[in-house]
């Protein structure tokens, strides 16, 4: 399930956790009306019936056998404690549905199953939800190279918003299709055809909007290769005093003095790599803000 990010998040975990009941919603279940329970009925009869009993055991202990006497002493409470532990349970795993079934209908709207999105919904979802994850998942997100903050924020947004146009999109083209289906008059077609198309040049757009994530996330993951190469280097280059030694005292300076000349400028090239692809990632990064053009390079022209 895909859960609106506005939505708290206490909320929203329950929701994600909630798909056993939504089923069960959509198939036209609902919690019964809160009352006086069957399993409550029997949990009182349970306590009447060990007042009754001890009562009984008091008057007429005397006359009963000591074993009998244990086994009824102990083991009757004891099998109507266990009816009205289960009563319990029942009743608790009553409310827990009801308090989910609760919450599904008051946040109608903000959540998206996957099963109500059609194939090709489901494959750009998949492809949205892979971008985002690269980029959050990120050695440069975690180290502040990239905007951590706006990421956070705009990135669970974007999917969400994804996510919401495919539930729409899928909901609107199994409906057409199954008009469709049914033959049409050459009356309708004429009508159905721009139809059809409409719903493509959707799809196109909501494309256009996974592929400028996906752009973002190829920017972050070419910044991610330079942040660990330059990593590297710059431990080789910690140690350099130590090589330099090594070196000098085993008079191999011919040799390693060029190598060594080369590592350092190796640095400095991947230095400014580094800032070359954070920078195109953070260019990247502006066709997903709201306040940007909302031209998407690549994007297919409108009609």
Do not use: C
């Amino acid at each position: 399930m895909v859960v609106d990010p506005q939505i708290p998040p206490d909320d929203a975990q329950v929701l994600r956790q909630s798909r056993r009941v939504l089923v069960k919603m959509r198939q036209g279940w609902a919690p019964q009306s809160r009352r006086a329970s069957p399993g409550a009925s029997r949990g009182m009869v349970g306590i009447l019936a060990g007042v009754v009993f001890f009562g009984l055991v008091l008057g007429l202990g005397a006359g009963v056998r000591g074993v009998v006497f244990m086994l009824l002493l102990f083991g009757l409470p004891l099998v109507i404690g266990l009816f009205a532990r289960q009563d319990l349970t029942g009743e608790d795993e009553d409310d827990t549905e009801r308090a989910t079934y609760e919450l599904l209908r008051w946040h109608e709207g903000r959540y998206v199953l996957l099963d109500d999105l059609d194939e090709s919904a489901r494959r750009l979802l998949a492809r949205a939800q892979r971008a985002v994850a690269t980029v959050i998942g990120s050695r440069v997100n975690a180290e502040g190279l990239l905007d951590d903050a706006r990421n956070a924020v705009m990135l669970p947004a974007e999917e969400w918003e994804i996510a919401r146009l495919l539930a729409k999109l899928s909901a609107l083209r199994t409906k057409h299709r199954e008009t469709v289906s049914r033959g049409l008059t050459p009356e309708v077609e004429a009508v159905a055809e721009p139809l059809a198309r409409a719903l493509d040049g959707s799809e196109d757009a909501v494309l256009a909007r996974v592929e400028a994530l996906e752009r973002y996330a190829a920017n972050v993951t070419e910044a991610e290769r330079a942040y660990h190469a330059h990593e590297q280097i710059e431990e080789l280059r910690g140690r350099l005093h130590q090589y330099e030694e090594l070196v000098a005292e085993t008079g191999a300076d011919g040799f390693a003095v060029p190598e060594l000349d080369r590592l350092a400028a190796d640095a400095d090239r991947l230095e400014q790599a580094l800032r070359r692809s954070v920078s195109s990632a953070r260019e990247a990064f502006r066709y997903l803000d709201p306040g940007a053009p909302k031209e998407v390079p690549g994007a297919p022209g409108e009609p």
